[in-house]
């Protein structure tokens, strides 16, 4: 399986650094798995959970000073720093070769290394790329097992190829202050130290799907995305999709796996992809997606039947639980769950916890993994080496007063400024603060792996080569009343808004021009069988209030005045955005 002869070389490099005491090259049979599996629940890096109640379910607490992405420590290591840009660190390449190198040496002394061959995307897809993971994690392997096509399927892939991502990973101390994550785009690279986290540490997600993979696009001609895609079926059968980018914290999860409302009965959602997206340019001249992911890695907290049944009814087997509550029958729990909680159980550290004690039992940002083809929305199409075909792309973000509930761009470069500029208020829940404005570009702010306004430019330059493109939306489900209630219900209702998303893009439906783009008719979203939202909610849900718009332009000139390499063509629609509203 690994005669591979650049693979095979560039391990034995890692060898040498790295020093491990056993090198196991890993098949991704099921025998594998069972005995890492066991090897894991002996050493205590995994507690096996109740096999009636969750089959397959396994348990993990990372390092207390180990639980989330470590965003100041992430690096991108070009040569030029302009290229990286003002929103990412930068380190030169060679201070990082040597810096993360005296953190490796020896590292893996004592332990064994894993050689984890990945594929994201489909086997049979054109769009799939390779990596190959080295890391001393058996949570680091079973985690990949679920979110990647692990083992002979990307040996296979590969063949005799050199074009595959270097990913290396140890826990080393894990010591917060010897902790880098560090990616190398011009040498297809990611070294990964101090962490057993997994936005950290599984090296196939942000690391190489959304940061390095965003840096091929560019140079390749497509694009990598932080968007969810899903499909809406009619009640004639006709199904059409969309990708969405919101930053956390906006409901992508739940619209990724919503569920029509019974009172929109014929209607289907189908689950593509919940988080990332890579999409090029098709021979109809549409946009294609593929889910370059095989699973889920999601926030547990606030997952229920009520936000995300397709979610819950995913986890129930075959699920690996990082930081949620261990009760003593070895099942698990989470706030915002809304099943009656433990009398007493394990919190996410390891210590005694009952409901009563004033502390989360689980961490804000525990997670699940769990295989996408679980999910009892998947889609048919999740798998087609071609991908899906794009109608819309949406952005948006939690807006009380700003934006309303749904407009559509006049166009690609316009939908490219309203992405661009997208923001979210923070909540008393996530903050301390309520209502400060933090503005993350289609979502990418964190994950863009070179200089954003390139990635701008990237964008804009895309509609040369796409005849077709889809058509681009910004949606704000989190639109409130005087008294701050939410006035849209949010949830499976948000297929309403989409109904109309996709008659915008079939020219089956008008709409309002106003100076941010065009809004629906009061009449043309569909409230019938919506209990609690009347008309007048509606027309109050799409107003454009031109004060509150005055001050959101002047705080769109500081941000934008941040990048160092914003397109003219930007800039420009700041302008004639000014020129609508006649400021």
């Known amino acids: 399986m690994h005669s591979n002869r650049a693979v095979k070389q560039w391990v034995e490099e890692m060898v040498k650094l790295t ?29 096996e959970l109740d096999q009636e109640k969750y089959p397959g379910g396994l348990y ?24 990286a840009g003002p929103t990412n660190n930068w380190m030169a390449p060679s201070e990082a070769y040597e810096k993360l190198g005296k953190l490796f ?24 790329k390779v990596g190959i993971e080295l890391t001393d994690s058996i949570y680091v392997v079973l985690n990949m097992r679920i979110m990647t096509r692990m083992g002979k399927v990307a040996m296979d892939y590969l063949a005799d190829s050199s074009n595959f991502v270097k990913g290396l990973h140890s826990k080393g101390e894990l010591d917060p202050e010897k902790r880098f994550i560090c990616h190398f785009p011009e040498d ?17 997600k942000k690391c190489f799907s959304l940061r390095l993979a965003s840096y091929m696009g560019r140079q390749e001609g497509w694009l990598a995305e932080h968007m969810l895609i899903l499909g809406i079926e009619n009640p004639k ?5 969309i990708a969405a980018a919101f930053p956390s914290a906006c409901g992508k999860t739940n619209l990724a796996m919503l569920v029509p409302p019974k009172s929109l009965s014929g209607y289907k959602a189908w689950t593509v992809g919940d988080d990332i997206a890579w999409m090029r340019v098709g021979e109809d001249g549409r946009l294609w997606a593929v889910n370059p992911e095989a699973g889920f890695f999601g926030v547990v907290p606030g997952t229920n039947m009520k936000s995300n049944p397709n979610a819950m009814l995913t ?26 909680p433990p009398e007493y159980a394990t919190d996410w550290m390891g210590n005694p916890w009952t409901p009563g004690n004033g502390k989360n039992g689980a961490h804000p940002n525990s997670r699940f993994t769990a295989p996408a083809r679980q999910c009892p929305s998947i889609s048919p199409a999740w798998e087609n080496p071609k991908g899906v075909p794009i109608s819309a792309i949406l952005f948006g973000g939690r807006r009380a007063r700003i934006a309303p509930l749904v407009y559509q761009s006049f166009n690609w470069e316009q939908g490219v400024f309203v992405g661009a500029t997208m923001a979210s208020e923070t909540t008393a829940a996530a903050t301390g603060a309520v209502g400060v404005v933090r503005r993350d570009p289609m979502a990418m702010l964190p994950f863009c792996g070179y200089n954003m306004g390139d990635y701008f430019d990237h964008w804009l330059k895309m509609v040369k080569k796409t005849p077709n493109p889809p058509k681009i939306f910004n949606v704000n489900w989190f639109r409130t009343s005087e008294k701050g209630e939410f006035l849209w219900p949010g949830y499976g209702e948000n297929l309403r808004v989409l109904n109309w998303i996709l008659s915008r893009c079939n020219g089956e439906v008008g709409a309002v021009e106003t100076p941010i783009g065009y809004l629906p008719e009061v009449d043309d979203i569909d409230i019938s069988g919506l209990e609690g939202v009347s008309r007048d909610m509606v027309k109050t849900l799409l107003n454009v209030d031109r004060e509150s718009w005055k ?25 004639s955005l000014i020129k609508r509203f006649e400021f």
Request: aromatic content about 10%; charged content about 30%; hydrophobic content about 35%.
């Open 60 to 83: 993990h607490r990372t390092a207390i000073n180990d639980v989330a992405r470590v965003e100041h420590l992430t690096f991108i290591c070009t040569s030029k720093k302009e290229d």
């Open 19 to 47: 020093k491990p005491d056993n090198i196991v090259w890993l098949d991704g049979s099921e025998e594998e798995r069972e005995g890492l599996t066991k090897q894991a629940l002996k050493t205590g890096e995994m507690i």
């Open 105 to 128: 040496d020896g590292s893996m002394k004592g332990r064994t290394m894993y050689v984890i061959p990945y594929l994201m995307g489909p086997a049979a897809s054109g769009f799939s």
């Open 237 to 241: 059968g006709e199904v059409s999709y």
């Open 315 to 340: 986890t129930t087997k075959n699920t690996i639980f990082t930081n949620v509550v261990l009760t003593p029958e070895k099942t698990v729990w989470w706030e915002g769950m809304r099943v009656e």
């Open 551 to 575: 001050e959101e332009v002047k705080d769109l000139a500081d941000f934008l005045g941040k990048f160092d390499r914003l397109p003219g063509k930007i800039k420009e629609e700041y302008d």
């Open 188 to 204: 297809n690279t990611i070294w990964s130290i101090g962490s057993g986290y997994g936005g950290n540490v599984l090296l196939g």
